[in-house]
C-alpha cells in the first residue's frame, strides 16, 4: 500500500471522528454558539474533501493490483462524507423537533462509538503496517550494510593482490636484469677465452719454430 495514502487515511480518520463529535454536540446548541459549531464542522468537512480528492489523486497513480482494494476505501470514505454534508443541512436548517433531535442524539453517540471504534481499528492496522515496513527498512538497511563491508572485504583483497603481482613483477624485472648482466659477463668471459686460447696457441707456436730451429742449428754444425 502507498504510504502517501495511509497518511492521508489516517488524518480523514482523525477529522472524520472530530466531526461526528462536533455534529452531536451542534444539534444540542442554540443562538451564536450552533453558528460557531456550524463553521467549524463546515471547515471541517471542507478539510475532509480536500483529503478525499487527494487520495483520489494518489489513488489513480498507484498501479492496478493495488489500486481495487483502496478504491473500495475511497468509496467508504466518500460516502461517510456525503453523510457528514447531510447532516450539516440538516443541522443548519433548524426544523428538528424535539424528538428528533433526542433521536439525532442518540443516532450521533451510537455513530460516534461506531465510528471512533472503526477509526481506532483503521489507525491500529496502520501502525501495524508502518511497524512491518519499518522493520522491513531496517533489514534493508542491515543487508546494505553488510554487502557494503563485503564490498570493502573484496575490495581490499583486490588491492592486496594487486601490490603482491606488482611486486612479483618488480622482482621478475630485477631477475631478467640480472640475467642480462651475467649473459654480458659470460659472453666477455668466453671472448677473453677466446683470445687467451690464440695468445697461449701462439706462444706455443713461436716456441716450438724456435725449439727447431735451436736443433737444425746444432745438427747442422
Request: with cysteine; charged share 30%.
Amino acid at each position: 500500500m502507498s504510504r502517501v495514502f495511509e497518511g492521508y487515511e489516517r488524518q480523514y480518520c482523525e477529522i472524520s471522528a472530530n466531526l461526528s463529535k462536533k455534529c452531536t454536540s451542534a444539534i444540542a446548541l442554540d443562538g451564536e454558539q450552533k453558528k460557531q459549531k456550524l463553521s467549524e464542522i463546515k471547515s471541517g468537512v471542507e478539510d475532509a474533501e480536500t483529503l478525499i480528492k487527494k487520495m483520489d489523486l494518489e489513488v489513480r497513480s498507484l498501479p492496478p493490483s493495488v489500486k481495487s482494494s483502496l478504491l473500495v476505501k475511497l468509496r467508504e470514505y466518500k460516502s461517510d462524507l456525503n453523510n457528514f454534508k447531510t447532516e450539516v443541512k440538516r443541522i443548519t436548517s433548524g426544523h428538528l423537533n424535539a424528538s428528533a433531535r433526542d433521536e439525532l442524539l442518540e443516532a450521533g453517540m451510537a455513530d460516534t462509538v461506531t465510528a471512533s471504534a472503526d477509526q481506532r481499528s483503521r489507525l491500529m492496522m496502520s501502525t501495524d503496517r508502518l511497524g512491518r515496513t519499518t522493520d522491513r527498512i531496517k533489514d534493508s538497511r542491515k543487508t546494505m550494510l553488510e554487502t557494503e563491508e563485503l564490498g570493502v572485504s573484496i575490495l581490499q583483497d583486490l588491492h592486496g593482490q594487486r601490490q603482491s603481482l606488482l611486486r612479483a613483477h618488480e622482482t621478475l624485472h630485477g631477475v631478467d636484469d640480472n640475467v642480462g648482466k651475467s649473459k654480458k659477463i659470460l659472453t666477455a668471459m668466453t671472448r677473453r677465452m677466446n683470445r687467451n686460447k690464440w695468445t697461449i696457441g701462439a706462444i706455443i707456436t713461436v716456441l716450438v719454430l724456435a725449439i727447431i730451429f735451436i736443433l737444425y742449428f746444432k745438427l747442422t754444425r
